[in-house]
């Protein structure tokens, strides 16, 4: 199957925060990403997480979210969208998917010998999960190890995983999950992850580290044409 990903648009109609991080031009962006995908014929579109950013009010937000909603809703290619940092620390998860369509919503999929696993580590140490007005992006942590355990035991064919945050140790480690290295033995174990895909680290990564390949996107917002179409 294919496959079109994207991650770190961080929409908000701010202007830019740092020079690479350019926000408000990410709508045309991902408008133009899901162009590419339409004519390579992608199975699925995934986002990677923050899809937005902060803005100036929560209306602000809200309409943020809802503008990029038409885009991913008048695409011919089906949509699942992680959430991101940024997205949790404006929105609460139940929220951040009824305003952007529940169809978005990621959910462990197979399709044919192909596995596609998503993880969300939007979560403290403390095992609790970010809320609105919540900002410390670097306690970030993914309490359903004996659940992920389960699922890919059960798994047969290619395994392909889908987070935001890094738990590839080539990334900076203040991007990374506190429990990264467990994280990184489960996938190990299980025998039949080939890639895991993630966003967060803007300025993006690759590399192979005991037979899996870590891919981390570079960042919508700090990138021109920042889109990956792979084949799995
Ligand atoms: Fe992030």
Redesign the pocket.
């Given at each position: 199957m294919k496959i079109g990903i994207f991650t770190?648009s961080h929409y908000s109609s701010r202007k830019p925060i740092t020079l690479g991080r350019d926000r408000s031009r990410s709508l045309q962006k991902i408008k133009d990403a899901y162009k590419v995908f339409e004519k390579e014929n992608c199975d699925l579109a995934i986002c990677l997480?923050?899809l937005t950013d902060e803005d100036d009010s929560y209306e602000k937000e809200v309409e943020n979210l809802l503008k990029i909603s038409v885009v991913m809703k008048n695409t011919s290619v089906p949509t699942m969208c992680v959430m991101?940092?940024?997205d949790a620390f404006v929105f609460t998860v139940d929220d951040f998917y009824k305003l952007l369509g529940e169809e978005f919503r990621p959910e462990n999929k197979t399709f044919g010998d192909v596995n596609l696993v998503f993880i969300d580590a939007c979560y403290f140490k403390s095992g609790e999960h970010y809320k609105p007005g919540d900002e410390d992006?670097r306690d970030t942590f993914y309490p359903h190890t004996q659940e992920l355990k389960e699922h890919l035991s059960s798994l047969e064919g290619k395994t392909y995983v889908f987070m935001?945050?890094n738990i590839d140790p080539g990334c900076d480690k203040s991007?990374r999950l506190a429990n990264d290295e467990e994280i990184r033995n489960i996938l190990e174990n299980c025998g039949s992850v080939k890639t895991v895909y993630q966003?967060?680290?803007?300025c993006g990564h690759e590399d192979v580290v005991n037979s899996i390949r870590y891919m981390t996107q570079i960042a919508m917002c700090s990138n021109e044409n920042a889109y990956l179409i792979e084949e799995l």
């Open positions: 770190d997480g923050d991101g940092n940024h992006w935001h945050q991007h966003g967060h680290y803007h």
